[in-house]
């Protein structure tokens, strides 16, 4: 047997399992297991500004590439806390990010010692398990375990907390004959999956619903396939935006109050019957319980039993990881199609198809102060199939959702339950490091983008580049929006006169100083026509100097967004396209 420290031993199991890559900021009470990285080798280290960045880059990097599972480490105390809302946001999307703290040594944990603080309590509830582990021998057996946790069913963060003495406590460990568990993924039987299919077939108008679970399992070409075989229409979440490209004939769009279709959600009030995949009926998806259920039945398949009748309870319910169930779907819709068994979807696919054609919203303006919607068309037209989005929360992300085309699962990065501000740009890093060769662009409005701005520092040292669109109103949007409601416009206004930077006529910080300060390139537009133009020359900046680029569109200061509180009853505050000129880069025209 080999003797080694704790912290190496983790090291060891690190590498075993399969990483080779990780974020953090280092500090007293972890610099034990730095020690063990250095020591050891084999795993890179992205530093980032702030311990929370470091959270939101792992996310990132887990997100991108299926069997991914991003790292963070932090120090004792405000380390760890600070992290708790990526693992907030990595289990509320069911994204697996290992997080390593320091700890105080065990002697002072009951002491109120300098930093030392119950981490394990605090990240509990957001966590699939959080320990502060006790005796050195136990390390290397609480990281094996971690991993087999993050896989195993639905998919979710650890915590795993190392009190400094037990890091540097040598144990015996042989790394060359460990071995990963195995992980635990429950799946349909073939009855289960029968019944489903029956249920499925007897409808006249049903529709798949794709969720982020068909994504985690790698399953989006498998939903594809099983689509065509029935030929039943794809409505993806947001979350499984992508396991169905935009451009495909049973992309029937998506669905919900913000982050959705006009076609999507007509479609959905149309139709008779929903199976749901591996998606959690999220309440911005579904909005009234009342109005998305009434007279359609439902069949759920997640793999999360607990997700099983949580929201409403569905006709039918299956526990299963959605590639087994998926599998097993395929299979039997193959023996029914080779039977004559399974209905013509021919003209009820036709109908959903027209509702796309026709239900579209404007997005030519040629407005100055520049409307938002003619952001997204340039976006379309400057970036391709293979560029990866990635972006957070705010009327931006919800704009977005509502007008850009996305063609493949994992190029929609979004945090979608929790949805932390400042999330995007750490996350658009995690995701550069994670696929180095892949055009990724981010989106942020101003203050998502203003609050973890520091960590373009980061992309700027270890060379991440990546194109940042930044649309600026100067206004908490959505919030402003939601005001409306109260016939109130408080306190969310981020416009003031800054005198260093009169040119930018009161909308506040000048971006394009603060970037540039942070080692990176910045552009800014205010006219509709210079937009394609700006993102072609940050495209040129982002290779040739290998750091983010930051493109500042000047919008005008008040935009509401179409959104609504059910299915029903969405508002459409701006004009609707008419015809192609209106929409130029309108997914029907793609289909």
């Given at each position: 047997m080999t003797r080694m420290t704790a912290a190496e031993a983790a090291v060891h199991v690190l590498k075993k399992e399969g990483i080779d890559m990780t974020f953090g900021v280092p500090g007293a009470a972890i610099n034990p297991f730095y020690a063990a990285m250095r020591k050891v080798g084999g795993v890179d280290h992205v530093l980032a500004r702030h311990v929370e960045g470091a959270s939101h880059m792992a996310e990132g990097y887990t997100r991108t590439k299926a069997g991914n599972i991003g790292v963070c480490i932090g120090t004792s105390g405000p380390a760890g806390t600070d992290m708790i809302t990526g693992l907030y946001s990595a289990t509320g999307d069911s994204i697996p990010i290992l997080c390593i703290t320091g700890q105080a040594p065990r002697s002072k944990l009951h002491k109120e010692d300098f930093q030392a603080v119950n981490i394990q309590a605090i990240a509990g509830p957001v966590t699939k398990w959080a320990v502060t582990v006790l005796e050195p021998a136990q390390v290397p057996r609480a990281f094996q375990q971690a991993f087999q946790l993050m896989r195993s069913s639905r998919p979710g963060p650890v915590l795993i907390d190392l009190p400094i003495d037990v890091q540097m406590s040598e144990i015996e460990f042989d790394p060359d004959t460990y071995e990963p568990l195995p992980a635990y993924k429950p799946a349909a039987s073939r009855a289960?999956?029968?019944?489903?299919?029956?249920?499925?077939?007897?409808?006249?108008?049903?529709?798949?619903?794709?969720?982020?679970?068909?994504?985690?399992?790698?399953?989006?070409?498998?939903?594809?396939?099983?689509?065509?075989?029935?030929?039943?229409?794809?409505?993806?979440?947001?979350?499984?935006?992508?396991?169905?490209?935009?451009?495909h004939h049973l992309m029937a769009g998506m669905v919900g109050l913000q982050t959705s279709h006009r076609y999507g959600n007509a479609t959905m009030l149309a139709s008779d019957f929903v199976m749901g995949i591996g998606n959690r009926w999220a309440n911005r998806h579904t909005g009234s319980i009342e109005a998305y259920t009434k007279d359609r039945k439902f069949v759920h398949v997640d793999i999360e039993p607990t997700q099983i009748g949580r929201i409403f309870g569905p006709d039918y319910g299956i526990v299963s990881d959605a590639k087994a169930a998926l599998e097993l779907f395929i299979t039997v819709a193959k023996e029914w199609k080779a039977e004559g068994k399974l209905k013509d979807r021919t003209a009820w696919a036709a109908e959903c198809h027209e509702r796309k054609r026709t239900l579209l919203r404007k997005t030519h303006f040629d407005n100055v102060p520049v409307k938002p919607q003619r952001v997204y068309e340039e976006m379309n037209k400057v970036f391709g199939k293979n560029t990866r989005y990635v972006t957070a929360i705010g009327l931006s992300q919800i704009a977005g959702a509502q007008f850009l085309h996305v063609y493949k699962p994992r190029h929609w990065i979004n945090c979608g339950q929790a949805g932390p501000l400042g999330w995007t740009i750490p996350a658009a890093?995690?995701?550069?490091?994670?696929?180095?060769?892949?055009?990724?662009?981010?989106?942020?409005?101003?203050?998502?983008?203003?609050?973890?701005?520091?960590?373009?520092?980061?992309?700027?040292?270890?060379?991440?580049?990546?194109?940042?669109?930044?649309?600026?109103?100067?206004?908490?949007?959505?919030?402003?929006?939601?005001?409306?409601?109260?016939?109130?416009?408080?306190?969310?206004?981020?416009?003031?006169?800054?005198?260093?930077?009169?040119?930018?006529?009161?909308?506040?910080?000048?971006?394009?100083?603060?970037?540039?300060?942070?080692?990176?390139?910045?552009?800014?537009?205010?006219?509709?026509?210079?937009?394609?133009?700006?993102?072609?020359?940050?495209?040129?900046?982002?290779?040739?100097?290998?750091?983010?680029?930051?493109?500042?569109?000047?919008?005008?200061?008040?935009?509401?967004?179409?959104?609504?509180?059910?299915?029903?009853?969405?508002?459409e505050f701006e004009d609707l396209a008419e015809n192609a000129t209106d929409a130029p880069t309108s997914i029907a025209s793609l289909t």
């Open positions: 289960q999956i029968e019944k489903g299919l029956a249920m499925l077939n007897d409808a006249d108008k049903p529709l798949l619903v794709a969720g982020g679970g068909v994504i985690n399992a790698d399953a989006s070409d498998l939903l594809v396939e099983f689509a065509e075989l029935t030929g039943v229409p794809v409505i993806p979440t947001l979350m499984g935006w992508g396991t169905i490209p935009d451009d890093l995690g995701v550069c490091r994670a696929d180095p060769d892949a055009e990724v662009v981010a989106l942020s409005g101003d203050y998502d983008f203003q609050f973890m701005i520091e960590e373009l520092a980061a992309g700027a040292q270890f060379n991440l580049p990546y194109i940042h669109v930044l649309v600026n109103n100067s206004y908490l949007g959505l919030i402003r929006q939601a005001q409306r409601g109260f016939e109130m416009d408080y306190c969310v206004q981020l416009a003031f006169e800054n005198i260093n930077c009169p040119e930018i006529n009161e909308y506040g910080v000048d971006h394009v100083s603060v970037v540039e300060g942070l080692g990176c390139k910045a552009l800014r537009v205010t006219k509709p026509d210079d937009i394609g133009p700006a993102f072609e020359q940050a495209r040129e900046l982002m290779h040739k100097h290998r750091v983010p680029v930051v493109v500042e569109v000047i919008l005008e200061r008040v935009t509401n967004i179409a959104m609504g509180t059910d299915l029903e009853g969405v508002n």
